[in-house]
């Protein structure tokens, strides 16, 4: 069965610094993966995704993830963090059984000043 | 430029009371969804729908009914509440299935507690 976790509940970072929230996947066939991001009292919002191509994908708001198949990974990072990154960060897969996304329990990214 | 609305924002139930949330979308989607959000345990599919008249059990179902008459709108029931329903519900829709790849647009929630 196809699986996602996300290893770290929270993530704390400087603003300015680098920052890396990580994810792995377990699929069987190729790995369409995505990541999501949820601010307080929202829904989810579509951040970036990989289906094919370049191991680096870029998305929305500066960030971007680096998919590396042989470790299983798709870690989302931006290059200099805000204050306003600050959010859940979901990462899913597409499940190639039921044609649905399996999402991962989120980590909670806190940007500190 | 609305795209996916949910009401209520909030909502407390009495144990065996009956709602039903409703959940509408303004971008012509063919798909829509329910889901259920806990602490810590990420997201949970409940129904979904390719399309008016279609719907179908995600994996979370059990206590849960949907219709779908519309393209516009696809509203939860639940019949008989428990509180292993307080939760978060999220709607969100798509322009063709997850499997498609394509991203699905969420609506900001409810917020249930059943006491």
């Known amino acids: 069965a196809q699986s996602v976790a996300q290893p770290e509940d929270q993530v704390n970072v400087a603003e300015g610094n680098p920052l890396t929230v990580k994810c792995t996947y377990s699929v069987s066939g190729n790995p369409y993966l995505f990541w999501y991001v949820q601010y307080p009292n929202r829904g989810l919002q579509f951040l970036l995704k990989?289906?094919?191509?370049?191991?680096l994908v870029k998305g929305s708001y500066g960030f971007e993830a680096e998919f590396n198949k042989s470790q299983t990974s798709f870690h989302l990072k931006k290059p200099s963090a805000l204050v306003s990154d600050s959010a859940l960060y979901f990462c899913a897969v597409r499940d190639w059984g039921t044609d649905k996304l399996i999402f991962g329990t989120g980590t909670r990214l806190q940007v500190f000043p | 430029n609305a795209g996916v609305t949910q009401t209520p924002k909030f909502r407390i139930l009495k144990i065996g009371q009956s709602m039903t949330l409703q959940c509408t979308q303004d971008?012509?989607?063919?798909?829509m969804y329910w889901y259920r959000q806990d602490p810590g345990m990420g997201l949970k599919l409940i129904y979904y729908s390719v399309g008016a008249g279609i719907t179908d059990k995600g994996e979370v179902p059990n206590g849960y009914n949907v219709s779908r008459s519309t393209t516009e709108d696809f509203p939860l029931r639940l019949e008989l509440a428990a509180p292993s329903q307080t939760s978060v519900y999220f709607c969100?829709?798509?322009?063709?299935?997850?499997?498609?790849?394509?991203?699905?647009?969420f609506g900001d929630g409810t917020r249930l507690s059943i006491l």
């Open positions: 990989y289906i094919t191509g370049d191991n």
């Open positions: 971008m012509n989607h063919n798909y």
């Open positions: 969100a829709s798509s322009q063709t299935g997850q499997g498609n790849n394509q991203p699905q647009h």
